[in-house]
C-alpha cells in the first residue's frame, strides 16, 4: 500500500511543522522507531523545498507571525 496522499497546509501551519520537526530532531532524535524517525525526516525535507523563506533573513519574525496567526 504505498499510494500517494496529498495533504493541503497553509504556508503558516506548514512553517510552524518544519519548525517542530527540526527542534524534535534536535531535542530527541532516536526516541522513534526507525521507519517513524524516516517518515518526519521525508516529510522535513518535502516542507523544505516548498518554503522559501527558510533562507530569509527575517525567518525568525515570519515564523513568530506564523505561530501568532495560527494560536489565537
Given amino acids: 500500500m504505498d499510494d500517494p496522499i496529498t495533504i493541503n497546509l497553509s504556508s503558516d501551519h506548514a512553517l510552524v511543522l518544519l519548525e ?5 530532531d534536535e531535542r530527541d532524535p532516536s526516541s522513534a ?8 525526516w521525508d516529510l522535513e525535507a518535502q516542507l523544505e523545498t516548498k518554503l522559501p523563506m527558510l533562507f530569509d533573513a527575517d525567518y525568525a519574525q515570519q515564523l513568530d507571525r506564523a505561530r501568532h496567526a495560527i494560536g489565537r
Fill in 20 to 24: 517542530w520537526l527540526s527542534s524534535r
Fill in 33 to 40: 522507531h526507525p521507519a517513524e524517525q524516516r517518515v518526519l
